[in-house]
């Protein structure tokens, strides 16, 4: 009977939180770029210091800037270390696709992860685990991140010489989806975010968040262009939807804009709230978004996922 009361406390106490480091578009200057900290929490945040576990959804170049003025408010200070970003809590990564306002800031990760936080002793780094399709790591670091990092005294360097390598095979129900705390379980989705030739070519992701133990879910978009029909089903179930959006509207976006997301159904609506945006969100055009969605996400606030 104890160990079933004890059961049942612990499955209501532990919690998952969401906080945008920014909320704003690539070009954004308000709000830093939409880069997110997941945390997981057995007791939840009014009741411990440090989460249990640690993930971002990407870090791009405003990243750093964005994560040293989040550890300087309250509760987020264990981020911090002598006043600088104490890397070493983030214990994961995933990487949506590999634009620079998602990926930018890695390299600052990794270069202070090696020679600041890293075993002085043994002269072994500290890595957190990158987490993404094995396409966009192979292209991450062919690509993007190996003129910068390659370059180690006495050798080459590679990717997994920062960061240990989780690759995900989408379609593969064993490889498709990663857990943190045991039983928060993200699974990639694709995004139609840019086409070469064809739909879903070039490797972009959102994320479908489920607690295996109450059975509710979340959605995260990623970068993507309006595909309600792909994504009907995980936005009707999900508890709560955060959504890309473009405030303007072009003959060809590579974004979700304001106009096609207002079509949603008004419960999507409701529980959805908007992120990625310009710098002109609180102008008088867009007073109706708090009214017809959950609202603008807001920058450095903690969202209540699961618990």
Known sequence: MADGLFALLWVVITMLTLTFLG??????????????LIEAWERGPEHQEVPDDTLLIDFGYTGPQALYELMQKP??????????????????????????????GLEEMAIMNMYVFG????????????????????????????????????????????????????GDSDKDHFTILKHYRFRPFAT???????????????????DTQ?????????????????????????????????????PSPVHATLTELRTLPGPIRHKTWLYHYSDDWDSKPFEDVNGLFAGFA??????????
């Open 23 to 36: 909320v704003g578009s690539a070009f954004a200057k308000r709000n830093f770029q939409s880069n997110v």
């Open 75 to 104: 509760g987020f200070d264990y981020l911090s270390r002598n006043g600088k970003i104490y890397y070493p809590v983030i214990r994961h990564v995933f990487i949506t696709h590999q634009h620079g306002d998602h990926i930018g």
């Open 119 to 170: 075993d002085r002793e043994n002269g072994r780094p500290y890595k957190a685990q990158l987490i993404s399709s094995r396409s966009i790591l192979l292209n991450l670091w062919d690509n993007s991140l190996k003129g910068g990092l390659s370059a180690m005294r006495g050798r080459h360097a590679l990717l997994q010489d920062y960061f240990y390598i989780r690759a995900l095979q989408p």
């Open 192 to 210: 139609d975010h840019i086409q070469i030739e064809r739909k879903y070519d070039w490797p972009s992701y959102g994320l479908f968040v489920e």
């Open 214 to 250: 109450s059975g509710e879910s979340a959605f995260f978009s990623g970068d993507t262009r309006f595909d309600y029909p792909a994504y009907a089903p995980m936005l009707q179930q999900a508890k709560i939807c955060f959504h890309e959006v473009q405030l303007f509207d072009e």
């Open 298 to 307: 807001e920058p450095h606030r903690r969202y209540v996922i699961f618990g």
